[in-house]
């Protein structure tokens, strides 16, 4: 089955800065690649998402990069500002037909320091 | 805000008693999913349905069992809970083709004493 690695577990940011999270997959197989937002008390939600067969995507201050030789996707956060302190998921998910599990990586608390 | 349900939010047993956590969603949704997050935030899979009468075992093994005898509804049951369950469950879901967006609940936190 699938593997996903998130790093890093924690990350405190100086508003204003930017803040990465890098996932890595385990199965070449897999094309669908969402990210996670998780706020404390409440369900995760989806912030943004990218298939396989894009290299990048930019919603305003949040972008995802997928290099699919690699295995590895990456979050880009810029400009943080206090409300995007949460913990965040990558997960991927693989392209067998009818197949919806997304298998999750462990989670990055992202804390942004005013 | 998705139209995902989960209740009670927060639940304390004693060890031995019978519970079911709720889960509703009113986007006709067929899939849906049940994950059990650790304190440390990992979450693990636990059950999924792709519709109505189809429950399937997820990645991580559980002593809990689920039903979905109605589109919207997806139950979880544990016949007799245990410290080990102490947990938070979330449960989510998604609609067939199109986007894949996976809709979470707000969760239900369950401590069993």
């Known amino acids: 089955g699938e593997n996903v690695e998130q790093h890093p577990s924690t990350l405190s940011v100086q508003e204003g800065d930017s803040a990465v999270i890098k996932c890595t997959y385990s199965?070449?197989?897999?094309?669908?690649f969402p990210w996670y937002k998780q706020e404390l008390g409440k369900g995760p939600q989806l912030i943004i998402d990218i298939r396989s067969n894009v290299g990048e995507k930019k919603d305003q201050r949040i972008a995802v990069t997928l290099n699919k030789t690699a295995k590895h996707f990456s979050l880009h956060i810029t400009e943080t500002q206090p409300e995007d302190s949460a913990v965040y998921f990558c997960a991927a998910r693989l392209s067998n037909f009818g197949n919806e599990k997304l298998t999750f990586g462990t989670g990055t608390r992202l804390t942004i320091i005013p | 805000e998705a139209d995902i349900y989960q209740t009670p939010r927060y639940l304390v047993i004693g060890t031995g008693k019978k519970i079911t956590l709720e889960c509703s969603q009113t986007?006709?949704?067929?899939?849906m999913y049940w994950y059990q997050q650790d304190p440390g935030m990992e979450l693990h899979l636990i059950h999924y349905?792709?519709?109505?009468?189809?429950?399937e075992k997820g990645d991580l093994s559980s002593e809990s069992t689920v039903s979905r005898i109605r589109t919207e509804h997806f139950p979880l049951t544990l016949e007799s809970a245990r410290p080990s369950h102490t947990s938070q469950y979330l449960c989510a879901s998604s609609a067939t083709g199109g986007p894949n967006e996976q809709f979470f609940g707000p969760g239900t936190r369950l401590t069993v004493l």
């Open positions: 986007m006709g949704h067929d899939k």
């Open positions: 199965d070449s197989a897999s094309n669908y």
């Open positions: 349905s792709y519709g109505v009468n189809s429950t």
